[in-house]
């Protein structure tokens, strides 16, 4: 008797756990989300004390991630973007890789302009970090159509050449786009600095682009050159001096 | 003196035993299963987010068990008649109260504690760098549950646990939101309303004032004379809660 009752009670067990199994696994697949999701305005969540506001920054950075892999390979739409990304920033302005992940994810959304209006945000937010007007300079360089797209990225790259840790590459870069920018003045200065403070192969390219920047005649040459004295250490400038002169030897 | 501690050694081993320090292990598992899943979904930001969420984690840990066992703390006594042994020695009510509540708030610091430096050890091993604020964030948590224990001790002296523990949260939870208590002095009209408004202001515990998870994430660098001063007000307000939850308690009839 207590046999036939115990295994009536694990057939019962048995069946209600097939139950539960059974309809749950009936049950569709999730399919996509929808892209347009509600996000409340920052205005919102500025009411909120200052550490909960981080916890709600990351909370929502979270969900920009998770939002931005399920949509960029499969429907394209990432409409909701731009507010999450805004939520996320405006909660934890320092949270650098949130600016830098949102720009390039606003890129994939279409919106070239807002990831620029989002580095800047963060430029003025942590206005120490190379990484932000270098990217700014890429943006602009890359994705503006405006006939002084070459002098605003050299402008970008410059600032960013200012800020302690850059790449030794970020000085050329802008010298480079002065060039292209016609901003002759600036990229002359540009490239003595680099000839100032980089190593053999920067000092080469620097050389390279000054004799095709500054003035063929020799006396105004000297005139140029000796108004770069100040851009670089003085031990430099003998040595920069012959090499900008070596053609007229 | 005496009599408080021997009170609250007694509480302590008490609470001890009612395996209140399983939640650490609750909160070491939940923390290793977090720092795996966070690892695959924050695009490299497992540090920050164990960090912030890891915090938030102690705060809601903490507060389970300090409302809950705060509520029941003195009630439990009575309830068992163990109290009327206690009062049988020299024993003052108000002694009683405090005794409770310093050998609770022991129970709490271990806890609390321990939670916090297995949050620090597991923030170090994912995020490869130590972080020290997160025990100063941790110590400023447990500081805010004192205030939520004393608050939840206060009502439990003439309510029941159920009903001290919700108003325990209710306190936690208005806490936190008790500078926009100050924005509605600001915009009200009213100056009836206005007295009112910031009548609740001093009357709610202010446990927004100071958090220090904001700069344990890299959000701005801490003012540590706000925090001495924050910590300050906070002990004034256990203090008052303690005061006011021995009078309650004295007044109370068996």
């Known amino acids: 008797m207590r046999g036939a009752r115990k295994l009536l009670l694990a057939l019962s067990v048995a069946a209600c756990v097939a139950v539960v199994v059974g309809y749950q696994s009936t049950r569709a697949a999730a399919g996509l989300s929808n892209p347009r999701v509600f996000v409340p305005k920052v205005s919102f969540y500025q009411r909120f004390s200052p550490a909960m506001r981080v916890t709600i920054g990351d909370v929502y950075w979270l969900f920009a991630v998770q939002y931005y892999g399920e949509h960029v390979d499969t429907d394209h739409r990432l409409d909701s973007l731009p507010a999450t990304l805004d939520v996320v920033t405006s909660m934890s302005p320092r949270f650098k890789q949130a600016y830098f992940f949102g720009a390039f994810a606003l890129l994939d959304a279409g919106r070239p302009d807002l990831g620029y209006a989002l580095l800047e945000r963060g430029f003025k937010a942590n206005p120490n970090d190379w990484h932000f007007p270098f990217y700014l300079g890429f943006f602009a360089y890359t994705f503006a159509s405006n006939k002084d ?91 920069f001096i012959a090499d900008v002169f070596a053609g007229y030897l | 003196m005496r009599k408080v501690l021997a009170v609250a050694v007694n509480t302590f081993r008490e609470t001890i035993r009612d395996r209140i320090l399983g939640v650490i292990i609750l909160f070491a598992l939940a923390m290793i299963v977090a720092s795996l899943w966070l690892a695959s979904i924050s695009l490299g930001q497992e540090g920050r987010m164990m960090k912030d969420f890891g915090l938030v984690a102690v705060s809601a840990f903490g507060l389970v068990v300090a409302v809950f066992v705060a509520a029941s703390l003195v009630r439990k006594e009575v309830e068992k008649r163990t109290v009327f042994v206690i009062f049988s020695k020299p024993v003052s009510r108000s002694e009683f109260i405090w005794g409770k ?74 806490g936190q939101l008790s500078h926009n208590v100050l924005s509605l002095t600001q915009v009200s009209h009213s100056e009836a309303l206005k007295a009112v408004t910031r009548g609740v202001f001093y009357v709610i515990p202010n446990l927004s004032a100071v958090d220090l998870r904001a700069s344990v994430v890299g959000e701005g660098a801490a003012r540590w004379a706000g925090v001495a001063a924050w910590t300050a007000y906070l002990g004034a307000y256990v203090v008052i809660a303690l005061l006011a939850a021995s009078w309650s308690f004295g007044r109370k009839e068996f």
């Open chain 1, 149 to 239: 797209k070459d002098r605003i990225a050299a402008q970008w790259y410059a600032k960013a050449a200012a800020l302690p840790g850059h790449l030794p590459s970020v000085e050329r870069l802008a010298a480079d786009l002065y060039t292209k920018g016609n901003a002759k003045g600036k990229a002359i200065e540009l490239w003595a600095q680099v000839y100032g403070q980089g190593d053999k192969y920067a000092r080469d390219k620097a050389v390279a682009a000054l004799d095709r920047l500054l003035p063929d005649d020799k006396t105004a040459r000297e005139k140029a050159v000796a108004r770069l004295k100040d851009l670089m250490p003085a031990s430099r400038f003998d040595q």
């Open chain 2, 101 to 174: 509540f310093v050998g609770f708030g022991a129970t709490m610091l271990v806890v609390v504690g321990g939670m916090t430096l297995f949050l620090f050890a597991v923030t170090w091993a994912v995020a490869r760098s130590p972080s020290a604020a997160i025990l100063v964030a941790g110590l400023l948590v447990y500081v805010q549950l004192l205030v939520v224990m004393a608050v939840t001790v206060f009502f439990s002296t003439f309510s029941s646990a159920v009903l001290a523990s919700v108003l325990g949260i209710c306190v936690y939870v208005a």
